[in-house]
């Protein structure tokens, strides 16, 4: 039980919510917005893709101020989706799974297309297949993003009830000076630590191939 009453179960369920959700909306609009960039022609194509990879200069402590500012005009501050909404714009996998679809073929999609198959056949079909390896780049950096984030639960929210289980862990943390203290900080974070690595040790392999064919040495 915590301190505030609210028990740890429910920091630990509102987590896992917040980061099954922030890895599915960041992989399918890492992936749609790749398939675009990558294999369609429009207007504004290479400027988009161009203010993606300045987007990978700025780290998140550049724009705080600014989506703060952003958050509160918009009146999300303590709404739960204020946990998701920040994070599932990631322009570092949207640069790698673009990379990566750059390498299909684009005679393999002509043929589909030949074939009477639709945008969205070839997006599920051949596109999101052959580009498994970036997406499970970008589920391990969306789930290390989403499950380590403490910021929305200490600055966009003040309902306790709607806050993380990082952010109850680093109140331990925080808040214990004591020798018992400095060993409860330690076992939280083992526990933040250790899905973090149980993802990356069953999705290595892949990760590798990424780098491998998206033009990261």
């Not at 161009?50 to 009146?75: D, Q």
């Not at 946990?83 to 393999?108: R, T």
């Amino acid at each position: 039980m915590a301190v505030s009453g609210i028990p740890v179960s429910r920091y630990l369920f509102n987590s896992i919510i917040i980061t099954a959700l922030t890895v599915l909306l960041t992989v399918y609009i890492s992936t749609a917005a790749g398939y675009a960039l990558s294999k369609k022609n429009f207007k504004l194509k290479n400027i988009l893709f161009e203010i993606n990879t300045m987007a990978l200069m700025f780290v998140p402590i550049a724009v705080s101020i600014p989506r703060y500012i952003i958050i509160v005009k918009l009146g999300l501050i303590d709404k739960f989706i204020i946990n998701i909404l920040p994070v599932i714009a990631m322009p570092v996998g949207l640069f790698l799974v673009k990379q990566f679809i750059d390498q299909i073929p684009n005679s393999l999609i002509e043929a589909a297309q030949i074939d009477g198959a639709n945008d969205w056949y070839i997006f599920t079909r051949i596109i999101i297949p052959m580009a498994k390896p970036a997406i499970a780049t970008v589920v391990i950096l969306s789930f290390q993003a989403a499950w380590n984030n403490i910021e929305p639960s200490s600055m966009y929210i003040n309902n306790e009830s709607l806050k993380n289980f990082a952010y109850y862990m680093s109140t331990l943390t925080s808040t214990t000076n004591s020798v018992a203290g400095q060993g409860m900080g330690a076992a939280s974070a083992l526990i933040m630590f250790i899905p973090n690595l149980l993802i990356f040790i069953f999705t290595q392999s892949k990760v590798m191939n990424t780098m491998a064919h998206s033009g990261i040495k």
